[in-house]
Nanobody, 125 residues
Framework: VQLQASGGGLVQSGGSLRLSCAAS????????MGWFRQAPGKERELIAA????????VYPDSVKGRFTISRDTAKNTVFLQMNSLRPEDTAVYYC???????????????????WGQGTLVTVSS
């Protein structure tokens, strides 16, 4: 499975961005996808995840109400709509996919089998 992320860029505080991640290859093996981010000097953290079959979602408290993950199963694509962006949201954002993810494991980096290249999101104050 290959993952191609896009949509990062520079935005002012309070603005919005929409990230996309297109999956190709043996996509039938995926049961969930997620978005992570990593800021300089910090660990990679889950931002949002979604199950492929029924669209159940997981968010950390830091982005609840501001970020929304969705999927288009026909296009094998997952989206991350980010609103009310803050300077502390600045990071490299990665999409990831897993074959055996469960709701309780979606926040664990090592639970994911495939990773896309990162896309930089910079929020200016």
């Amino acid at each position: 499975v290959q993952l191609q992320a896009s949509g990062g860029g520079l935005v002012q505080s309070g603005g919005s961005l929409r990230l996309s991640c297109a999956a190709s290859g043996r996509t039938f093996s995926i049961n969930a996808m997620g978005w992570f981010r990593q800021a300089p000097g910090k660990e990679r953290e889950l931002i949002a995840a979604i199950t492929w079959a029924d669209g159940r979602t997981v968010y950390p408290d830091s982005v609840k109400g501001r970020f929304t993950i969705s999927r288009d199963t026909a296009k094998n694509t997952v989206f991350l709509q980010m609103n009310s962006l803050r300077p502390e949201d600045t990071a490299v954002y990665y999409c990831a996919a897993g074959k055996f993810l469960q709701i309780r494991t979606m926040s664990i980096v090592s639970s994911y089998d495939y990773w896309g290249q990162g896309t930089l999101v910079t929020v200016s104050s």
